[in-house]
């Protein structure tokens, strides 16, 4: 059979590209070329596309490192009385405010919340030594995934003050204090925190 003879090349099946195209948080967010300003935290703030994990790392130590730091916050934001076990209800609380914070700034809601973790981590704590019997307050540096703990601790905080008892629904709530934070906003609750523990942690030098 001569070449012109030959059967062409069968077409790829329609479908192809979008297989092949990475997954996205919630069906809408990439997380691939995530900026990280803080070379010291990078490590500990994992960027998926996975929201709930059914608690695969639960059991080993040091592992929450590996989870999703979107789920991460999500966990944080279910430690309070209304919201404690209730995943999905978070889920969508997290849902919801990273889609106000995309209409506000038009900017990718996970690159809001890497910087918001960033600009809300503290450098420096105090620990109390005692010597003779008097405690001394003794500034130390944070290690790096105490300081994204730390943060996420922060930030959950400023969302319950800011939407318990108040007209302020939980999602709008969270959407200020990641916007905040990430524009190192000090009226931010998470900020302030950050600022006041590095302000005690110099005066205990």
Same mark, same amino acid.
């Given at each position: ?8 090349e ?6 192809t ?5 990475? /997954? ?63 995943k ?93 934070a ?21 005066? /205990?030098?």
């Amino acid at each position: 059979m001569s070449a012109d003879d030959e059967a062409p090349e069968p077409e790829a099946p329609a479908g192809t590209d979008d297989e092949d195209a990475p /997954a996205k948080l919630f069906g809408e967010w990439e997380v691939t070329n995530i900026d990280y300003s803080d070379p010291s935290t990078e490590r500990y703030i994992t960027v998926t596309p996975i929201a709930h994990t059914m608690g695969r790392h639960a059991g080993k130590q040091f592992q929450k490192s590996e989870i999703s730091i979107v789920e991460r916050l999500i966990n944080r934001l279910m430690q309070t009385e209304e919201n404690t076990g209730d995943k999905q209800k978070v889920m969508r609380i997290t849902r919801d405010a990273f889609d106000i914070i995309h209409e506000r700034t038009d900017e990718n809601p996970v690159q809001v919340l890497v910087s918001a973790v960033e600009n809300a981590a503290p450098r420096e704590e105090t620990v109390r030594l005692k010597y003779g019997g008097i405690s001394v307050p003794k500034a130390v540096d944070v290690a790096p995934q105490r300081r994204v703990d730390q943060a996420l601790k922060f930030i959950a905080e400023g969302v319950y003050s800011d939407s318990f008892k108040t007209p302020t629904d939980a999602e709008e709530a969270l959407a200020n204090q990641l916007a905040s934070a990430a524009n190192d906003d000090v009226s931010a609750y998470a900020v302030n925190q950050k600022e006041e523990k590095e302000r005690v942690a110099a005066a /205990a030098r």
